[in-house]
């Protein structure tokens, strides 16, 4: 569907144009098949999002009510596609997530965990990125003390080894000494698949999830998911998951982690504060060595 060009809206401009809303919208899809289709399942998340009981009949009602021409079957099919039937299920639970499944599903560690250093919580957290005919889906896991992302991995599908791709990123950045780190993200079958336990567990990490219902549970990591959209990704057009990898990856690595300042973390970046912690967590290290002997 195209936008309205000259504060004209599509009505009017087909009113003046002497044709039926049909008859541009037929043009639209003849023309530009795959951004139509784009278009419609942005606006599609949106609205599924924004009314998350809403099932495909309702949403097809708010979608002809913005001028798109759909009918239920297709906006079913559509969110199908997108994994946004389990939007109707609960209270909150992201269009990238899907909790019904048959993997084992671990308590919620994190839930009160009071942080003193790097590497003791890191949380995860998966979104979705428009690209100009498609959708890349990104996922990151970031240190909870210092805000900082230690590992990201973006595809333009869902299945666990995304997420998987963007843990070994993480281990190797960070090399965490095994049992004294825990990992923590929500109920999706990306994180709760054996692929992905099989990682943790032979590095010692132990998993956490967060409850039904929670999305406070993850706030770190929907925090940056929040940053990361206003700064970075809204506004711009990617063209392919090449170009999109290629950008969100420069925002992390030298905007985010290196520049941005955070009121949490006394309005350093990431990457300062994890710096002016050096001294401090030798210490802290060379305590814990003293101990144990």
Request: aromatic share 8%; charged share 25%.
């Amino acid at each position: 569907m195209t936008p309205p060009q000259g504060g004209l809206s599509i009505e009017r401009m087909c009113a003046l144009a002497g044709v039926s809303r049909a008859s541009c919208y037929r043009h639209w899809r003849r023309v530009a098949p795959g951004r139509e289709q784009i278009e419609l399942r942005d606006v599609l998340q949106r609205l599924a999002v924004g009314h998350r009981h809403y099932g495909d009949r309702r949403l097809t009602a708010l979608l002809r009510r913005e001028g798109w021409a759909v009918n239920h079957k297709r906006v079913l099919r559509l969110m199908r596609t997108d994994n946004l039937l389990c939007l109707r299920r609960r209270a909150f639970v992201p269009a990238t997530t899907d909790a019904r499944h048959g993997w084992r599903v671990v308590p919620n560690l994190a839930r009160g965990m009071q942080l003193t250093g790097l590497d003791q919580l890191w949380v995860a957290d998966i979104t979705y990125v428009r690209l100009l005919e498609e959708f890349a889906f990104l996922a990151v896991v970031l240190d909870a003390f210092s805000r900082r992302v230690v590992g990201w991995a973006l595809e333009v599908h869902l299945r666990a080894a995304l997420a998987v791709a963007a843990l070994p990123m993480a281990l190797e950045v960070r090399r965490p000494q095994p049992g004294q780190l825990i990992h923590h993200s929500d109920r999706g079958a990306q994180y709760a698949c054996a692929e992905y336990s099989a990682l943790l567990a032979a590095h010692g990490i132990q998993p956490s999830m967060s409850r039904v219902g929670s999305p406070y549970d993850n706030a770190k990591a929907e925090s940056f998911m929040s940053t990361l959209k206003r700064e970075e990704v809204d506004g711009r057009d990617y063209r392919t998951a090449w170009e999109a990898r290629r950008s969100i990856g420069s925002f992390i690595d030298d905007v985010y982690n290196r520049q941005r300042l955070h009121s949490a973390l006394s309005y350093l970046a990431p990457a300062d504060f994890e710096a002016a912690l050096g001294p401090v967590m030798v210490m802290q290290r060379n305590e814990l060595a003293v101990n144990r002997a």
